[in-house]
């Protein structure tokens, strides 16, 4: 059995093109004479692209909910990576119309899509005004959505953005997120 060991090319100087040098792994064979097996760079090149490759296309799932017209609300959002990793967020954002907490629920998927670095992100939601007006097929006139859309389609174009409206029951457990972040405030603020 050859035994394994791990030899390192050394650093004199603590400067940046000197930390940078790449690491080289050797396995001795049987008369303890090293072997390159490939250097470490190889290894974190091919992580890299997996682990990028994995979170470059992301599918999101959001809800807005408001109970009472302005009342209680909250957003729930599913995000869905290709590995089958999955990011739920329910949150509490006030006292909002439906509409608000709808583009709310967008913004918090578009801002989640960014920080894990995503090249595309497909967006589900069950609300019609925020797909069309993302869309283009309705202009946004409503002061209370104007700056809400505009940042939306702005952190948009950083992304392969696609948006299509699903029926509710497809969207149940974004849904579910967002009435309970709604209801959880509402029950709080009761007592």
Request: proline residues 4%; aromatic residues 8%; contains cysteine.
């Amino acid at each position: 059995m050859p035994r394994q060991s791990r030899h390192y090319t050394g650093r004199t100087k603590f400067r940046a093109e000197t930390i940078c040098q790449p690491v080289e792994i050797f396995l001795c064979n049987e008369h303890n004479e090293p072997r390159k097996v490939l250097d470490a760079a190889h290894y974190v090149r091919a992580w890299w692209q997996k682990v990028s490759s994995d979170m470059s296309h992301l599918v999101a799932y959001v809800d807005g909910s408001s109970h009472g017209s302005p009342g209680p609300s909250g957003i729930g959002v599913v995000v869905e990576d290709p590995g089958g990793g999955r990011v739920r967020i329910a949150k509490w954002i006030g006292w909002q119309d439906n509409n608000v907490a709808e583009y709310v629920a967008l913004l918090e998927a578009l801002q989640c899509a960014l920080r894990r670095k995503a090249r595309s992100l497909r967006v589900y939601s069950d609300s019609d005004v925020v797909v069309r007006q993302m869309s283009g097929e309705y202009a946004c006139h409503s002061p209370r959505l104007y700056s809400l859309n505009w940042i939306c389609r702005k952190l948009a174009r950083a992304l392969e953005f696609d948006i299509t409206r699903i029926p509710r029951e497809q969207n149940a457990e974004a849904n579910d997120l967002a009435n309970s972040a709604a209801r959880l405030c509402q029950d709080v603020t009761d007592t």
